[in-house]
């Protein structure tokens, strides 16, 4: 990267006011600018172009570069958006998939998975509603748990 000077420049605007500014340019530039065989006016006109360019390119940074970073900010947003549905996407397929295979077990294993985990019921309530001993429930719930993984397996 080319080393930069600081130039200040007097000049009247458009408005016919007087403006004192302050820019940056090449140092290479503003050194052959230093040359005596160029003339004054033409050196002073230079520098107001250079500076009229300068200001462009600063306008242009903190309009356009704004711009930029606020529409990767937007593509984030969508991109999550996207990731979020995908995600949601796979739960309902999983829930599908869980669906199917619960629907493979007995009646009365469903029936049993659906009052343990939707209604949530507690063994305790199991036992009261099947009339059997807590050892009873558990075994029951440790075939459908055994079913549910090996049918979950094959997905």
Excluded at 91 to 119: A, C, F
Excluded at 122 to 135: A, H, M, N, P, R
Aim: hydrophobic share 35%.
């Amino acid at each position: 990267m080319s080393q930069q000077v600081e130039v200040l420049l007097d000049f009247i605007n458009k408005k016919g006011q007087l403006k004192h500014v302050k820019f940056w340019m090449d140092k290479q530039t503003y050194e052959i600018l230093k040359d005596e065989s160029i003339s004054e006016e033409i050196r002073h006109q230079y520098l107001i172009d250079e500076y009229h360019e300068y200001e462009r390119e600063r306008y242009h940074n903190r309009k356009f570069v704004s711009f930029d970073s606020e529409m990767a900010q937007n593509l984030n947003l969508i991109k999550d958006a996207l990731i979020s549905i995908e995600n949601r996407y796979e739960i309902d397929l999983n829930n599908k998939i869980i669906e199917q295979s619960i629907n493979k077990l007995t009646p009365r294993q469903q029936e049993m998975v659906r009052l343990l985990y939707w209604e949530e019921k507690s063994q305790k309530d199991l036992c009261k509603i099947y009339g059997v001993s807590k050892q009873a429930i558990n075994n029951a719930l440790n075939r459908i748990h055994k079913t549910l993984k090996k049918l979950l397996k094959k997905y």
